[in-house]
């Protein structure tokens, strides 16, 4: 399996699933739902009970105010701000829930399409993708999330002793090598980004293509990213390209403003369909990539006279049948009586 045709089929296979397209852009506005309703409204009412003018906050000396008077309105109104942190947690959990939800459906029904379970998009197999990998996924994010969090912290702390090391031993006087360790570590941190997001993308894999339970999921990643050094490099390829075009369109917005009249309008709408419609569209051909490339050098890799077309046409590899096909011998024609 090459780079190229990993992610040719992986625009081939959302353009055949464009339905995970809209899902992932309703889901977001289903977000922002729930926190307009949930933290939104009680907000609002407590800006009405304390008399808060968000107009005259602009002022600092209105600000400093407010936060004098802010520990007499917390006890005399302390159950609305618990009502208000209670609206910030369960829109918190809301959205974080649907988002897994929407994530096991998207990559459950992905890769059905790469197995050919079901090559078009069937909201029925959506829904029970994303019942059978809702908890796995709650349990795989956290494990990885605190990994992250952990690592960050080290490199961090590691950051933070290097420069004061530096700044001590160079008495401040040497921007230059300052400037170097700060540029160095924020590659070192974007570098592990990168190895963050490629383990959690080929540990789902696993979990949708394999079955595999969320631990296990992770350390398969993990080896499998050491048996597999291209499968991280077409990770980085397709992720940076997928920035770069993001980076691209809101260029192209910013020129278009500059157009009379309707410029401002062709910027909104590029814009618009920019951070809404192409990254969720590019978000759902990095997971079609990555999942093409590991099924087929994992899962089910190719013999060597198998040609590979996972998304279109006939996926199954036509063997040549010629050598089977032995002559069969003759059955000799009954003699006739009346010749002998």
């Given at each position: ?109 992905i890769g059905g399409s790469i197995k050919k379970i ?54 401040g006087d040497d921007p230059a090598l300052t400037s ?51 499968a991280f490099l077409l990770y980085c390829i397709v ?102």
């Amino acid at each position: 399996m090459t780079y190229s045709g990993a992610i040719k089929n992986g625009f081939k296979l959302i353009n055949k699933n464009w339905q995970l397209v809209l899902i992932q852009i309703a889901a977001v506005f289903a977000a922002f739902l729930s926190f307009v309703i949930l933290v939104g409204v009680p907000l609002a009412i407590v800006f009405i009970i304390f008399g808060i003018d968000l107009t005259g906050l602009s002022r600092i000396q209105d600000m400093f105010g407010m936060l004098n008077a802010l520990p007499e309105m917390l006890s005399k109104y302390f159950g609305l701000v618990i009502l208000v942190l209670i609206g910030i947690i369960l829109s918190a959990t809301a959205a974080l829930s649907l988002q897994v939800f929407v994530l096991g459906g998207t990559i459950g029904s992905i890769g059905g399409s790469i197995k050919k379970i079901k090559e078009e998009f069937h909201l029925k197999i959506f829904f029970s993708e994303g019942r059978r990998l809702f908890f796995p996924l709650v349990v795989f994010t956290t494990v990885i999330s605190l990994v992250f969090i952990a690592a960050a912290s080290i490199l961090g702390l590691s950051i933070g002793g290097v420069a004061a090391l530096v700044s001590f031993l160079s008495n401040g006087d040497d921007p230059a090598l300052t400037s170097f360790f700060r540029i160095f570590f924020s590659l070192v941190l974007f570098f592990i980004v990168l190895i963050t997001l490629s383990i959690t993308l080929y540990g789902a894999a696993a979990m949708a293509l394999k079955g595999t339970s969320p631990i296990k999921s992770i350390k398969e990643s993990f080896k499998y990213l050491y048996n597999h050094e291209g499968a991280f490099l077409l990770y980085c390829i397709v992720f940076i390209g997928s920035i770069s075009i993001i980076v691209a369109l809101l260029l192209l917005s910013y020129i278009l403003s500059f157009i009379p009249i309707i410029g401002y309008l062709l910027a909104l709408i590029v814009r618009w369909f920019t951070l809404y419609i192409g990254q969720s569209y590019l978000g759902l051909v990095i997971i079609a990539a990555t999942f093409i490339y590991y099924f087929f050098t994992e899962v089910n890799p190719p013999q060597a006279d198998e040609k590979i077309e996972p998304v279109s046409g006939n996926s199954t590899p036509q063997s040549d049948t010629s050598q089977h096909l032995a002559s069969e011998p003759e059955t000799p024609l009954p003699e006739k009586e009346g010749l002998r």
